[in-house]
């Protein structure tokens, strides 16, 4: 199996911060990688598909990048809505595989 | 849109078998994949497996003695069962909508883009 690391796993960040979380998979999966916030108590919801495709109704101050091993997602100017819990999760080749996660919170 | 609404025991005694049902709203079963996943503190979030609205699945090798997913194209319902329940298997379930569609670069990209509400299931004796 794949084997996705994301980093740091948590962070403190204020409103209108630029913020950057990083993946890794442990073999390369090309721009196989999709990117999920998650809310407490709630189902992770699709960000970023094909590392860097906006999903529809996303805000553009998100990003993502990379290809091959290493990808990155961003949000620029940081909003109270998006203290969050984000994962990636690679699409290269079943089972599909995510990684740990990374919470965002408030400093 | 398409919605996905799920339901089943949120309490199981070990040995026993966990069904889930999910419910397709808004959309047809037709050219899309039907997920299971489920999260746990421990290992985080675990793909369970798949089915097509034809019934062709695709499981996790982890699970894959254990797991059944089934469609019902006609009630635009596919389920999970899991087998021989422990503590292990305690976690929040998820059914979720997989697609793919190509991109610029002529390749498939799947992605998992609606999601069920989640359902707890605690194994305890």
Not at chain 2, 11 to 30: D, F, I, N, R
Not at chain 2, 74 to 102: I, K, P
């Amino acid at each position: 199996d794949i084997q996705m690391t994301q980093s740091p796993s948590s962070l403190s960040a204020s409103i209108g911060d630029r913020v950057t979380i990083t993946c890794r998979a442990s073999q390369s999966i090309s721009s196989y990688l999709n990117w999920y916030q998650q809310k407490p108590g709630k189902a992770p919801k699709l960000l970023i598909y094909a590392a860097s495709t906006l999903q529809s109704g996303v805000p553009s101050r998100f990003s993502g990048g990379g290809s091959g091993t290493d990808f990155t997602l961003t949000v620029t100017s940081l909003q109270p809505e998006d203290f969050a819990t984000y994962y990636c999760q690679q699409s290269y080749t079943a089972p599909w595989t995510f990684g740990q996660g990374t919470k965002v919170e408030i400093k | 849109q398409v919605q996905l609404q799920q339901w089943g025991a949120g309490l199981l005694k070990p040995s026993e078998t966990l069904s889930l049902t999910c419910a397709v709203s808004g959309g047809s079963l037709s050219g899309k994949h039907w997920n299971w996943i489920r999260q746990t503190p421990g290992k985080g979030l675990e793909w369970i497996g798949e089915i097509n609205h034809s019934g062709s699945t695709n499981y996790n090798t982890s699970l894959k003695n254990r797991v059944t997913i089934l469609v019902d194209a006609s009630m635009s319902q596919f389920s999970l069962e899991l087998s021989s329940v422990t503590a292990a298997d305690t976690a929040v379930y998820f059914c979720a909508r997989g697609v793919d569609t190509a991109m610029a670069d002529y390749n498939y990209y799947y992605r998992m883009d609606v999601w069920g509400q989640g359902t707890t299931v605690t194994v305890s004796s």
